[in-house]
């Protein structure tokens, strides 16, 4: 004789209607004590015939309905509580930065620049799962022109996590993946383009209030020769900041992507020597900046100082050539007309009328060149008394 057992859900008098494990409904007469709703009993499968009645079918209903509602409370009893677990860095030109639960869900989105706040204004990501953020950034980063189809894009994913169970390399391929549908169907030709990073990274970037994946690709622009600061690459997108310094983004990009995380700390030392040395250079052109008016005024006088000896001793050449014409116009000019007027002047007088002609025409000089006439007098007084 075969036995299946039954759960009794429901009593009629000296009978019970169980439902088998068979998922039939049968009503039993029982002798002695009653089962109690919810029990289990023993049956033969001989003894009794299926009976069902029109209760026992919302009795049944009912038990379903509770089972069904009971599971997904019994569930989020049993969830740990929601707690931060990973963080993705978007650069477009707009930059965010996207907070992930343990429930894979964002929790939290900051805009890192105007153009990330602007973007997150027009799009409420709160509760999505990351890669349907993604898609839902992407759309409306195209639909704002931050990405054209007349200029060079660059999308840059980062994710930090700091929890050992949590897979960043899956995540960041459904990321690019999600992002790569939204631009291939909007026929926006980028490239998209990952960056290995730390939480500890993350940290030193937020400090200098620099999305993770636009200081991981700065680092790895200084170090490569471009050099970018970091306020030129904050407000700015990476393919703009790059550009502006001579370098190209595809080519820095790589490099950033290929990087391994455990060489972020020696590359970040060499960039912090490079900038350190950039931004005392730039203080101290700011310095002699300050100081430049008071200077510039001085110096003008000093240079027309320096004008008059240049011509006077260090150009010796310039000097002759000033010279020469008044010496031919006091030698040609003057000088015999004063030994026509006065030809019985001899020796020393005729010397003294020489000394006046270049005294005149000197004169007429003074206004071009002072020191010039000071030396010419010189120079002629040292020809009288030889």
């Known amino acids: 004789m075969n036995r299946m057992t039954g759960v009794v859900l429901e009593q009629e008098g000296t009978h019970v209607i169980v439902l088998t494990s068979t998922g039939e409904f049968k009503r039993i007469r029982c002798r002695g004590r009653l089962p109690e709703i919810g029990e289990e009993i023993f049956l ?22 509770v089972l069904a509602l009971m599971s997904p409370f019994a569930a989020m009893v049993n969830q740990p509580p929601e707690k931060a677990v990973a963080w993705i860095t978007v650069d477009i030109n707009p930059s965010l930065e996207l907070t992930i639960s343990n429930r894979e869900r964002i929790i939290s989105a900051i805009g890192l620049n105007n153009d990330g706040r602007k973007l997150l204004k027009r ?8 890669e349907e953020a993604l898609i839902a950034l992407t759309d409306e980063a195209t639909n704002m022109g931050y990405i054209k189809q007349a200029k060079e894009n660059n999308v840059v994913i980062s994710v930090a996590s700091a929890d050992k169970g949590f897979n960043s390399q899956e995540l960041e391929q459904k990321l690019v993946a999600a992002t790569q549908d939204v631009l291939s169907e909007k026929r926006m030709a980028a490239v998209v383009q990952t960056v290995k990073v730390t939480p500890e990274f993350r940290e030193k970037a937020k400090k200098k209030e620099i999305s993770t994946g636009k200081y991981a690709v700065l680092i790895e622009a200084v170090n490569s020769g471009i050099l970018i600061s970091e306020d030129e690459i904050k407000d ?27 060489q972020l700390p020696e590359k970040e030392k060499k960039y912090l020597m490079i900038a350190g040395q950039i931004d005392r250079n730039r203080s101290s052109n700011e310095e002699q900046g300050r ?3 008071a200077a510039t005024e001085d110096g003008k006088n000093t240079a027309g100082n320096n004008e008059d000896q240049t011509l006077t001793k260090d150009n010796p050449a310039r000097e002759n050539d000033t010279e020469k014409p008044g ?8 000088k015999p007309a004063e030994q026509n007027e006065k030809p019985a002047t001899g020796g020393p007088g ?13 004169d007429s000089q003074r206004e071009t060149n002072t020191t010039i006439i000071i030396d010419n007098n010189t120079r002629n007084r040292d020809n009288s008394m030889n």
């Open 291 to 293: 100081d430049k008016p």
């Open 44 to 65: 033969k499968t001989n003894t009794y015939r299926p009976f069902v009645t029109k209760f026992s079918w919302i009795a049944a209903a009912a038990a379903i309905l």
């Open 236 to 262: 700015n997108s990476i393919t703009d900041a790059i550009k502006k310094a001579g370098g190209k983004p595809e080519e820095i990009l790589q490099k950033a992507h290929e990087e391994k995380v455990e």
């Open 327 to 334: 010496n031919e116009q006091g030698n040609s000019g003057a």
């Open 123 to 130: 799009v409420d990501i709160i509760g999505m799962k990351p």
């Open 350 to 362: 005729t010397q003294k009328p020489a000394d006046t002609g270049n005294s005149t025409n000197n």
